[in-house]
Structures are given as structure tokens and as C-alpha cells.
């Protein structure tokens, strides 16, 4: 079976330049989460999905991110303008709605602001 | 907001020696997961413990709750080099079924 797969696995841009994340999670998992990871720190939540629904973004600045999961499967974080304090690794996870358990990641996207 | 703390920051051991690392956390929890990962990698599950379990298994690993000290353990036996890697807590809130994340432990196993 196939794991949480993310793309781009790294990408350097210049400030204020859009960047997109893309992600496709386990077939069948309907929750769908974007973490930001600075490095040393754990991950810090910027959305999660239900299905085609967000029902946390709470954490996500959303005067410069957006996020969309269309037909509830794949999904695209995307950053416009990125600012330097945007490095870091972009992990998307998914599982299962009714689990409260286990949490598949993918690689995760590094992102380097210059 | 990050809940569970990770202590220590960071532990070098000689491989074949036992590692124990501890997770802290300050509310109402319904389980509390730990896991791995490995450099430039994402994170790997490595075990659940529900609020009602004192103790589990699996494998070389050992978790620990006390839900009276709001604590919890991870212990990896007979280590190798193979179990160099950041070890994350993360536990799932009881109240509105959050998952938040401690800082992690960066354990390296000399050989």
C-alpha cells in the first residue's frame, strides 16, 4: 500500500514568490493534516481536513496560506508571497475519521526562503 | 500551542544500552502516541497508550502513563545505531480531540 506522498520534496524560492505543496494521502483516510516543522521543534498544525471539509485552521495565516483538498483526496497547501520565516518542512499526514490513533506522514516538503 | 515537553532535549548513549526519554503534558488527555523520526524524514507511529492504560509494549519499546503526574515514558531497550533519530510526544486532547506536540527528544546511539 502506498504511504502519504508529497511533492516537492525540496524547493528554494525568493521572497515574496508563490510556492505550493502538493498531497496525496492513504487511499480510504479521510482526515488530512498540513504541519509546519521548524527545525529542532515539533510540528505545529496549520489545517486539517474531514473529508473536503476544514475543521481546524485556526493556526493557519491565512493572509498569505491557503489550502484546498478537493473531492476530499489530494490536497494543495499554498504560500503567496513567502516570506523568509516561512523555511521550514511542510509534513502532510492522514488517517482514518474514526481513528483517534496512528498518523501517516509523508517526507515531508522543504521549503527554503532566500 | 505545543502541550507535551520532551526532557531531555537531547541524549547520547553507547549502543546496547537502554534510552528512556519523558513526555509532560498539562490537560486532559484521551491517548498519548510517541513518534520517531528520522533525519530529513517524516514521522513514523511508534505506539499509543490510551488514558486508561498504565502500560504497553511493543517490541524493544516500553511506554509508561501516569495520568495523576501528567507524564509519560518511552523507554527503548538494548539500543542501536539504527535508533538514532528525534523522538516526539504527542498527545490527543480529551476535549476537543487536538493533537499537540512536544518539542522531541534527539537521541544518538554511539557504536
Known amino acids: 500500500e502506498a504511504g502519504v506522498v508529497q511533492s516537492p520534496r525540496y524547493k528554494i524560492i525568493e521572497k515574496k514568490q508563490p510556492v505550493a505543496f502538493w498531497c496525496n494521502p492513504i487511499s480510504g483516510h479521510n482526515t488530512l493534516y498540513w504541519y509546519r516543522q521548524n527545525l529542532g521543534q515539533g510540528p505545529e498544525l496549520l489545517i486539517r481536513y474531514e473529508n473536503e471539509e476544514a475543521v481546524d485552521d485556526s493556526q493557519l495565516p491565512k493572509d498569505r496560506f491557503s489550502a484546498e483538498r478537493l473531492k476530499g483526496v489530494d490536497s494543495t497547501l499554498k504560500i503567496q508571497p513567502a516570506e523568509l520565516g516561512d523555511s521550514a518542512v511542510y509534513l502532510c499526514?492522514?488517517?482514518?475519521?474514526?481513528?483517534?490513533?496512528?498518523?501517516?506522514f509523508g517526507e515531508g516538503s522543504r521549503l527554503t526562503v532566500l | 500551542s505545543q502541550q507535551g515537553e520532551e526532557d531531555p532535549q537531547a541524549l547520547s548513549i553507547q549502543e546496547g544500552e537502554n534510552a528512556t526519554m519523558n513526555c509532560s503534558y498539562k490537560t486532559s488527555i484521551n491517548n498519548l502516541q510517541w513518534y520517531r523520526q528520522n533525519s530529513g524524514r517524516g514521522l513514523v507511529h511508534l505506539i499509543l497508550?490510551?488514558?486508561n492504560e498504565r502500560e504497553k509494549h511493543s517490541g524493544r519499546l516500553r511506554v509508561t502513563l501516569d495520568t495523576s503526574k501528567k507524564s509519560s515514558s518511552l523507554l527503548i531497550t538494548a539500543s542501536r545505531a539504527a535508533d538514532t533519530a528525534s523522538y516526539f510526544c504527542?498527545?490527543?486532547?480529551?476535549?476537543?480531540?487536538?493533537?499537540?506536540w512536544g518539542a522531541g527528544t534527539k537521541l544518538i546511539i554511539k557504536p
Open positions: 499526514a492522514s488517517s482514518l475519521l474514526e481513528n483517534t490513533g496512528e498518523l501517516f
Open positions: 497508550i490510551r488514558s
Open positions: 504527542a498527545t490527543l486532547m480529551d476535549s476537543n480531540y487536538q493533537l499537540i
